[in-house]
């Protein structure tokens, strides 16, 4: 007997044994957010499953912002296997075939209207936050983040929290506040959203922090990370501003990250917030030194800056203000 048939299983001589067609199976995330690309238009339909389609409809054009690379994913995923559901250009929804896209998540990062700033620190603005959509009064009013010296370093921004929808007139993000890990929502139409695929991960324990590009590793270094006393709050964070570090002990660059320490309310003239910075004691890397902040070899640091893509207008040759905003950073015990 053939392996993996029974006797009223096995074909006759002249049939040819039926084939099943594959199933797709995927396991999405349910909180995170997918983009649908492909290198040529595809079917689009109007309900999963129907036998013809609509129309063709070619995808975006693959650019350096990955949230605009494709179709965005409408929620919650999987509701139809072998087919999803995305958002479409024009408004409205429309099915495409498993088959005919690639999938890949992307972070999607809200930059605040009228909140941007130059070099010197001019400009900026703020934006309101609500508990819950259509809130009568926001809860917070985020401004933009600040340096030691009292200016401006960056526009606001936030990282959305969970699957976003274009076509939503409220968005959830996270919340540069304490306590880590808050939420709110915001009204869309004061942000300006843009995509990346780059996340970093800090392993405490390891002094290690590794960068990713989507699934693909681009960087892994040890670290100096915070005492016992006061040690580096574990969570997921964001980048919120990149600075051109003035004080050496910092190194070249710092990036400021959305998370507070746990032990220190204020510190050094800021309110206490964590960052990922250079060091000119090299000999440190690979301890537990710091106040709670992620210390890097000062080459690593100009690299990471040379390597996260900016939140807003085009790549540039050299680090600007928007640089890595936005990149998530999941720090693990």
């Known amino acids: ?23 797709v199976r995927r396991d999405l995330d349910p909180t995170a957010t997918y983009v649908a690309s492909a290198a040529a238009p595809v079917d689009l339909f109007s309900a999963a499953g129907d036998a013809s389609p609509d129309r063709q409809i070619a995808p975006p054009a693959q ?43 992307t972070n999607v990062v809200a930059i605040g209207k009228g909140t941007e700033v130059d070099p010197t620190g001019a400009g900026g603005g703020e934006v309101a936050v609500y508990e819950e959509p259509g809130a009568p009064e926001p809860f917070q009013q ?81 670290i100096g990370v915070g005492t016992q006393n006061t040690p580096t709050p574990g969570g997921v964070f964001y980048i919120r501003s990149l600075i051109a570090s003035t ?48 210390r890097l070899r000062d080459e690593t640091v100009i690299h990471l800056a040379e390597v996260l893509p900016e939140a807003t207008g085009g790549q540039s040759d050299q680090p600007q203000i928007s640089t890595g905003l936005g990149v998530p950073v999941e720090v693990l015990a």
């Not at 995923?77 to 087919?83: A, D, H, K, M």
């Not at 440190?284 to 106040?291: A, F, K, L, P, Q």
């Open 1 to 23: 007997m053939l392996i993996g048939c029974s006797g009223a299983e096995r074909p006759t001589l002249g049939e040819e044994a039926a084939v099943e067609a594959p199933v």
């Open 63 to 105: 650019s350096d912002d990955s949230l605009s690379s494709g179709f965005v994913l409408v929620a919650p995923y999987e509701t139809e296997p072998g087919w999803h559901e995305v958002y479409l250009p024009e408004g409205g929804t429309g099915w495409v075939r498993d088959g005919d896209v690639e999938l890949a998540t």
């Open 142 to 222: 985020i401004a933009n983040p600040k340096s030691a010296e009292g200016l401006s370093v960056g526009p606001v921004v936030f990282l959305t929290a969970g699957p976003y929808d274009p076509q939503a007139e409220w968005t959830k993000v996270y919340l540069p506040v304490r306590p880590n890990g808050t939420t709110g929502f915001v009204r869309s139409d004061a942000v300006d959203v843009s995509g990346n695929r780059f996340r970093v991960e800090v392993e405490l324990t390891g002094h290690r922090l590794r960068l990713y590009d989507g699934d693909q590793q681009v960087l892994e270094e040890e």
């Open 247 to 294: 004080d050496p002990v910092y190194g070249t660059y710092a990036f400021g990250l959305s998370g507070f320490s746990e032990i220190h309310e204020s510190f050094n003239g800021g309110p206490g917030d964590i960052g990922i910075h250079g060091t000119n004691d090299p000999s440190t890397i690979g301890s537990d030194v710091s106040n709670g902040c992620i």
